[in-house]
């Protein structure tokens, strides 16, 4: 309902109940369509089409101001993956009353291209720098790439060593164009001890116990201990693993 107008609320008093009405008195209009989407700038950098591909409303669909800025998110993401880090999108919108449909306007200023300048690491006290640093999915002096720095902080959380990652951009002084990253983790326990007792008729009472620990030495490495102790049974098992065989994408390990 592209022309809602919603009036000043309207408050009674219920003297009887002792409280306070309130009427909020609402004009629809008439629903809306989506009409022309226009994209004006950086069709240098993106195609329009490319854009239209992602977004959310497309021509016809019943207009919704929400997924508008939904669209306006997806434009300045697309050009900040390339490079764009400070892409603006300006929105507007125009009414054919008598068709009743709505005409965007998406103008983009894509300023200038950014690079990636120094990647910093801090907060660790255990983990080692080379095992965050090979989670890292920018590069220093590449261009700017924001999807790299969300799948930064995202494989980061995944390994499970930390609390909160953090990943801060700066625009370093002097300069217009070169932006520094700083990665702030808050590390967290990764050990954990376990121990249990049961019973069945085929082993009578056993005594179980195991020590694990996800980030070994703060190097990543994976190890347990378990063992489980009865009348009839004894069994022991020592794991280790390397999920980052020097610091590359394959994983080494071996159970005993």
Do not use: C, H
């Not at 989506?34 to 497309?58: A, H, N, T, Y």
């Not at 950014?114 to 720098?129: D, F, K, L």
């Not at 390397?242 to 159970?255: E, L, M, V």
């Amino acid at each position: 309902y592209f022309k809602v107008q919603v009036g000043q609320p309207i408050i009674q008093k219920d003297r009887e109940r002792s409280k306070l009405n309130i009427i909020i008195p609402i004009s629809e209009g008439f629903e809306y369509k989506v009409g022309e989407i226009e994209i004006r700038g950086g069709e240098d950098v993106i195609p329009p089409e490319e854009l239209r591909s992602e977004f959310k409303l497309f021509t016809g669909d019943t207009f919704n101001r929400s997924l508008m800025f939904v669209d306006v998110g997806a434009i300045k993401d697309a050009f900040a993956a390339r490079g764009y880090a400070f892409a603006d999108v300006l929105p507007s919108t125009s009414a054919d009353d008598e068709k009743k449909v709505v005409k965007f306007l998406y103008e983009i200023k894509k300023g200038r291209r950014v690079y990636i300048g120094r990647v910093t690491i801090s907060g660790n006290t255990r983990t080692r720098e080379n095992v965050i640093r090979r989670e890292v999915r920018v590069t220093e002096g590449a261009l700017y790439d924001s999807k790299g720095i969300t799948k930064t902080r995202r494989l980061l959380t995944r390994t499970g060593y930390f609390k909160t990652v953090k990943v801060d951009e700066k625009r370093r002084a002097g300069s217009n164009n070169i932006l520094d990253i700083n990665i702030k983790v808050d590390e967290q326990r990764t050990g954990a001890i376990g121990a249990g007792v049961g019973f069945n008729n085929q082993e009578g009472a056993t005594f179980t116990a195991s020590i694990r620990e996800n980030n070994l030495f703060g190097r990543g490495y994976r190890a347990l201990f378990a063992g489980s102790i009865s009348s009839e049974v004894q069994r022991l098992t020592a794991s280790f693993t390397d999920p980052n065989f020097q610091d590359r994408a394959f994983s080494i390990g071996a159970d005993i």
